[in-house]
């Protein structure tokens, strides 16, 4: 093959990389931009959506579709479920403190990663894809689940600007946002507000996790990547900006693609990395965010 | 008995006590604790940045795989012998501390984690990248004849247990001191008040760069203990996780107190040791361990006593 088929593949490998980054990234920004909370167990969050998918399509009979259905509607339900908890039991109770915060989702991390291992295994396992059909290029053949993906991908981040920009939910969520104590006065439930904010968050992020698990396997320690690439992508592109956050995503994901193509992933990584904590220290309010964390 | 006269007893009746369990323990105990010790130097020198300065940093895996790897590489590439290598990770540790410091210490709270926590990351990655000298995951293994400091092989049992002793009460010594002198009282000060102490014309950055140094010279010291003494240097030591305990080991010691990284040490190792005998969920224990902790005690367990009935424990 010669190098410009092979940009288009990479660029292409890079926009599903994106779609589902975006998805997860727009979930850790929204917790971040409402409640102030930095959550480490985001990462977990997506770990549960993929293998809670993989439990999915062993108990709903019947073709893939069918379950892969029903693993899109459920999977993020109850991820959203078990963060809302989370919220109510422990965050809630430190007050949304920020240090204190950090550490407790540290250990949620712990204690979701060992949920998994103990109730799941330690094995990688492939979730089948709702359907298969090949796209055929000039030059290659192209998984039409991949462009499936990055399709519903983009579905699902213009319906959470819609919620957030054009519903009473919406509204809700922003005027808590704004101002914590005078949404109160104003006879807003903000326990109930930041429980939905962080079961929404997780949602996403299993969502994506759904979405992707039919081209990577479900794995107890999936999580770390996502979680560091949506630390990435949310600073990169301010924290709290719903459009920075989706440009961030496009940028993050296909940049990876393209240098994991043509050079080694790792280095990507440790490049993507130390980006990061640079425009952190020389620009705290991201490249598109007028906010410093 | 005057106050300093107190608490410097107490310290040293504390350090004569793990002296004598050099002869008094048996050959398993004496291994845990010799790893108990460094790991609870490592975890000193946390407190000095975290529990004194304020400074929560997610990345001082970083500091002690500069240790680690700064020892362990010269020993096995270089033909460095122990004592001259365990210098070198020392100073390596310092000077990781003072680079990320540097740049790091621009930004506060949540951003300075994240940016440490960054910084970690990509060091923990180049490990992996440059798998050719540092055999990535697997990891080195130290050869017994590159263990001998000053004539005595510290993979046996006795000459390592006293090297970890060495290493653990120059530590603390050096630790006790410096958080009763002025300096550390201006460490302290700004954890308080940051704004007060600029006020007051101490200058924030400098000492929080010189807090984060000395913590990373303690990190370091005890990455490249970790090396000599137990032979290995592998990756899975400078991970994420490897931030993530000695901020565990401290937050239950008593974040801020002298003894402190000793006790949380002590008790999370033989905790995730007792519990290892019915489950094999140890990350459980760590997770559930920090969630308890930060709702139902912050101040760890020197801490608590402190507030209730030891008012002058530092």
């Avoid at chain 1, 939910?169 to 429980?195: C, H, K, P, S, W």
Wanted: hydrophobic residues 60%; glycine residues 10%.
């Amino acid at each position: 093959m010669s190098f410009g088929p092979f940009l288009l593949l990479a660029l292409m490998e890079g926009m599903v990389t994106s779609a589902v980054l975006a998805l997860a990234a727009v979930g850790l920004s929204l917790v971040f931009g409402i409640m102030r909370v930095v959550n480490v167990a985001h990462g977990e969050f997506f770990m549960l959506g993929a293998v809670s998918a993989w439990f999915v399509s062993q108990w709903v009979p019947g073709p893939p579709a069918v379950a892969f259905a029903a693993a899109l509607i459920l999977c993020p339900l109850f991820v959203g479920a078990i963060a809302a908890l989370a919220d109510m039991v422990v965050l809630k109770r430190l007050n949304y403190e920020p240090e204190a915060t950090i550490v407790a989702t540290i250990g949620l991390l712990y204690i979701l990663q060992q949920a998994a291992l103990s109730f799941y295994g330690p094995d990688a396992r492939p979730v089948p894809a709702p359907f298969n059909f090949r796209v055929q290029l000039p030059w290659f053949g192209y998984s039409g689940y991949k462009i499936a993906v990055v399709a519903a991908s983009a579905l699902v981040l213009l319906g959470v600007w819609r919620l957030l920009a054009k519903s009473r939910v919406g509204l809700i969520m922003r005027a808590t946002q704004y101002d914590r104590e005078t949404a109160r006065a104003f006879g807003i439930n903000v326990d109930r507000v930041y429980a939905g904010v962080f079961a929404l968050g997780g949602g996403l992020a299993a969502l994506a996790a759904v979405l992707i698990v039919p081209i990577q396997q479900a794995h107890y320690l999936m999580g770390t990547d996502p979680l560091l690439l949506s630390f990435i992508v949310v600073i990169i592109g301010g924290l709290g900006s719903l459009r920075g956050t989706v440009i961030a995503a496009l940028l993050i994901g296909l940049s990876d693609g393209v240098i994991s193509t043509f050079f080694a992933p790792t280095l990507a990584k440790i490049v993507a990395t130390l980006l990061v904590a640079l425009v952190l220290v020389f620009r705290p309010q991201g490249l598109f965010g007028r906010r410093a964390l | 008995m005057t106050l300093s006269t107190r608490i410097w007893a107490l310290h040293l009746a504390v350090l004569a006590a793990l002296l004598a369990g050099s002869v008094l323990l048996p050959a398993y105990h004496q291994t845990n604790v010799a790893k108990v010790m460094v790991l609870a130097t490592y975890a000193m020198g946390y407190n000095i940045a975290f529990g004194y300065t304020g400074l929560l940093s997610l990345g001082h895996a970083l500091f002690f795989g500069a240790g680690l790897y700064g020892a362990g590489l010269l020993v096995q590439h270089a033909g460095l012998p122990a004592g001259p290598a365990l210098l070198a990770g020392i100073l390596a540790g310092g000077a990781m501390a003072a680079a990320v410091g540097l740049l790091a210490l621009r930004t506060q709270g949540v951003a300075f984690m994240i940016v440490t926590l960054m910084f970690a990351q990509a060091g923990y990655l180049t490990i992996l990248y440059n798998t050719a000298w540092t055999r990535g995951e697997e990891g080195i293994v130290i050869a017994r004849e590159a263990r001998m400091l000053f004539g005595h092989d510290l993979s046996a049992d006795l000459p390592r247990y006293l090297a970890a002793f060495a290493l653990f009460a120059a530590g603390l010594v050096v630790k006790l001191w410096l958080v009763r002198s002025p300096t550390g009282r201006v460490m302290i000060a700004l954890r308080e008040n940051e704004e007060r102490s600029r006020m007051l014309g101490y200058d924030p950055y400098a000492r929080k760069l010189a807090a984060l140094v000395i913590s990373g010279l303690y990190a370091g010291a005890a990455g490249a203990a970790y090396g000599l003494l137990f032979g290995y240097v592998g990756a899975s030591l400078a991970s994420t996780q490897y931030s993530i305990l000695p901020l565990l080991w401290v937050l239950l010691g008593g974040a801020g107190t002298v003894l402190g990284p000793l006790v949380g040490a002590l008790s999370m190792f033989y905790l995730i040791d007792y519990s290892s005998a019915f489950t094999t969920a140890s990350l459980l224990v760590v997770g559930v361990a920090l969630v308890l902790l930060v709702l139902f005690a912050p101040r760890g367990i020197l801490g608590t006593i402190r507030e209730r009935w030891l008012k002058w424990l530092p």
